[in-house]
């Protein structure tokens, strides 16, 4: 009896350590841009509070190879602060690369308190860029503070070839660095790894195929024209999710990538009326700056 009851025991708590992939999956993009500052801890804990089942962020590399959560390898003038007190430039933005500052300075800039212009709902606090280690500590804290079910981590490696040594490390040391911090805090089946970067993908493909890395899902991110076959043959494998931007998907498209068990996540979707079109057609989720609104659905 006895027996029974730790081994039921321990059943349940491997099953807590992670979830079920959702039937339909809402991804705080960025957090929950359009509410809180962007890729930003406040703005996870506030896409937990709103029911998200994945949270959705960004990362570069600093100098100093610490891998940080933003959207840009470098200060965006949109909403950054220097330390001095004064708005970032937009003519000195790029100058304020991420992979040339180590992560004491750029922790000194403020990207929340001036707002982002394009989201005037979002709140308006001080913050700074979290390193991704932080960003997950805080989140998996808060979601045991509040009794909330864990949740999925949809990491894009912030990647293009023309800006290799110049803005981020290559590809393969770029990886390494985000597949230490994650799996060290993190149960490989509820993490995605996505990009625009074709190469960054394979190469994912490539580790976990040689057992280098644990299997994570790995997820296509698309923006241009070209034909689904084309970005399918250009990878050179079927990626476990496809996440267009949301006006290049059909309903067709949908059912031919379902036939290949293609799961379908496009982004950003942010008007309600869209949410519910691409969810009658049959996308599997989407990425969203208002997880408030994707609540309706």
Not at 155 to 165: D, V
Not at 200 to 214: C, F, M, P, S, T
Not at 262 to 278: A, C, G, H, S, Y
């Amino acid at each position: 009896m006895f027996l029974r009851i730790t081994l039921l025991a321990t059943a349940m708590s491997l099953a807590a350590l992670s979830e079920p992939t959702p039937s339909f999956d809402i991804q705080g993009h960025r957090g929950c841009r359009g509410l809180m500052p962007e890729n930003s801890i406040p703005a996870f804990k506030k896409a937990l509070d709103l029911g998200v089942t994945t949270l959705e962020l960004d990362v570069v590399i600093s100098q100093d190879g610490q891998v940080v959560v933003s959207h840009e390898p470098y200060m965006n003038a949109d909403f950054c602060i220097a330390p001095d007190g004064r708005p970032v430039e937009k003519r000195a933005q790029k100058s304020l690369n991420l992979y040339k500052m180590p992560y004491a300075e750029i922790a000194r800039y403020d990207c929340g308190s001036n707002g982002n212009p394009g989201y005037p709902e979002q709140q308006k606090m001080k913050v700074s860029k979290p390193l991704l280690r932080e960003a997950i500590r805080e989140a998996e804290a808060y979601m045991k503070q509040k009794a909330l079910n864990p949740v999925q981590y949809n990491i894009e490696l912030k990647s293009e070839e023309k800006e290799y040594g110049l803005s981020q490390p290559p590809v393969p040391e770029f990886s390494d660095l985000v597949y230490r911090v994650i799996i060290e805090q993190l149960p490989a089946d509820r993490v995605i790894i996505q990009s625009f970067d074709f190469n960054v993908l394979k190469h994912w493909k490539r580790q976990i195929d040689a057992g280098n890395y644990k299997k994570v899902r790995l997820a296509a991110l698309v923006a241009n024209l070209k034909s689904m076959d084309a970005h399918l043959s250009e990878l050179g494998f079927k990626p476990d999710v496809y996440s267009p931007y949301f006006k290049l998907l059909s309903r067709e498209k949908i059912q031919k990538l379902h036939s290949q068990n293609i799961r379908v996540i496009p982004w950003t979707v942010n008007q309600v009326n869209d949410m519910k079109e691409l969810k009658g057609w049959g996308v599997d989720g989407l990425i969203t700056d208002y997880p408030d609104r994707a609540k309706t659905l």
